[in-house]
């Protein structure tokens, strides 16, 4: 008979695919007061020659072999968590499968979470279908919400205990935020990423790697936060900016100075964000006081109001502003001011036909979503009267001449109104809905070029095109 000293495996194990080195962790060993398993001899030599296999390959097949011949073995945990390990280097799917096996016997193993976690996480990125991306991402997350709720080992000291948490930690809050952001839970996100980065040496931070990534990524995750936080998103976007290799600089540098924007109003006094975020992990004292935010869209349109006399003269953009994000007192002024005034219109787009209605875009910002925000209701064509009953060949011949006339003009005035043509409108204000805005306009009209007529003594001129603005 022969008796084994169970090893804790307190030695760190690297991991492959990235993840960052873990210290083992076993059961406690089935043995008695000396700490040690009594083995026969045939089975000490299973176990040895799998111990000692000096590729992670070969190590593999053996303690399979060991665990097909020995299944009951005192030490099936220690040679389980072994195998993960080894199974970790070159193997994700058979990792996973070690790991599954490793919390048959112990629900709570750590190191068994971790990769329960990581690579359950890793996988998802290959899932295209949303529903099941984020069913994978929430199940590596309860791995993780597990990895970190988990009780000390009772075979393990303090020491040992708080080091095998320090390693898998940030690993467990980047998976929970990964998970959170998916699914635009931004606030839960943010409460991970932090964690995560804090929990990790500055240096992890500043060079290309998870922790890099994931402060990226907790600068999005402040972008979808109830309410969104634009300057801290611009806090950590700018930090990774800082620190990443090319081509993740340039491509990601937009993003910090959008969520700048939408927080301050402009990009002035965007070089101090970046000079703040290089030099600190988090936002420092009195970064928040010392930038000023934007004016908000009643104070904005205040300004608008005091500042435009006549109210009828505004510019569709500001109009459509006011009316969409104005007070009520706002919306009213400038809506008063120019309810049942009839005004022609140029340059409006057509999005929708009809004989009767035309959908158009008129703002810069309908324009560039292509959907209209002015509704006009056409006015009918004037009746040919009917022919009296005994007509002459005259009015006959009148009548005729009417028809072709108003086939021809419907003709024209549909070639004008195509979705898709410019044209030029004319309407009375009637009404509006705010979000999306849409302004109704009654007794509409379609303004169509007079013909031009050509000197018979004179070649035509070139046309000359308006730049679009």
Avoid at 163 to 176: A, D, G
Avoid at 417 to 439: C, H, K, L, R
């Amino acid at each position: 008979m022969k008796k084994v000293v169970l090893a804790y495996l307190l030695a760190c194990v690297a991991i492959a695919s990235g993840l960052p080195a873990v210290y083992a962790q076993t059961a406690a060993p089935a043995a008695g007061a000396d700490g040690k398993v009594t083995m026969s001899d045939a089975e000490y030599a299973s176990y040895n020659n799998a111990m000692t296999q000096t590729t992670p390959q070969a190590k593999s097949a053996a303690l399979e072999a060991y665990l097909t011949q020995y299944p009951q073995s005192a030490v099936k945990q220690d040679v389980l968590v072994t195998l993960m390990a080894a199974y970790s280097q070159y193997d994700a799917g058979k990792t996973l499968d070690a790991a599954d096996r490793v919390l048959q016997l112990d629900p709570n193993n750590v190191q068994a979470l971790t990769y329960e976690a990581f690579l359950r996480k890793s996988n998802s990125d290959s899932v295209t279908d949303a529903t099941a991306k984020q069913a994978a991402l929430d199940g590596a997350a309860g791995y993780a919400q597990k990895g970190l709720a988990a009780p000390k080992p009772a075979a393990m000291s303090d020491a040992d205990f708080k080091t095998l948490q320090s390693k898998t930690f940030p690993i467990f809050y980047s998976v929970i935020g990964a998970a959170a952001l998916n699914k635009k839970d931004g606030n839960t996100a943010v409460d991970a990423f932090k964690k995560e980065l804090s929990a990790v040496p500055i240096a992890a931070t500043q060079t290309p790697g998870p922790q890099l990534q994931d402060t990226y990524y907790l600068g999005l995750a402040y972008m979808q936060s109830t309410p969104p936080d634009y300057l801290d998103c611009a806090f950590y976007v700018a930090r990774f900016v800082s620190f990443a290799p090319e081509p993740y600089k340039t491509q990601i540098a937009p993003t910090a100075k959008y969520c700048y924007k939408k927080y301050h109003g402009g990009d002035d006094g965007y070089d101090a964000v970046v000079t703040a975020a290089s030099a600190n992990l988090n936002p420092p004292d009195g970064f928040q006081a010392s930038i000023k935010p934007a004016p908000t869209a009643a104070e904005i349109i205040d300004g608008v109001l005091k500042t435009t006399p006549d109210l009828a003269t505004l510019a569709p953009d500001d109009r459509e502003f006011i009316l969409q994000s104005g007070t009520p007192d706002q919306v009213s002024k400038v809506w008063d001011a120019i309810k049942g005034k009839s005004v022609a219109l140029d340059g409006a787009v057509v999005v929708v036909s009809t004989p009767t209605q035309l959908q158009v875009s008129i703002s810069s910002d309908a324009k560039a979503n292509k959907s209209a925000d002015f509704t006009f209701n056409l006015k009918a064509p004037d009746p040919i009267p009917d022919l009296p009953e005994k007509a002459t060949p005259a009015q006959k011949l009148a009548y005729k001449k009417k028809q072709d006339a108003a086939a021809k003009d419907a003709a024209a005035l549909a070639a004008a109104t195509a979705v898709g043509q410019t044209v030029t409108v004319s309407g009375t204000y009637d009404s509006f809905t705010p979000n999306p805005i849409m302004i109704i306009m009654s007794d509409g009209e379609v303004v169509l070029p007079k013909a031009e007529t050509k000197s018979a003594a004179k070649p035509a001129a070139h046309p000359v095109h308006k730049a679009a603005h």
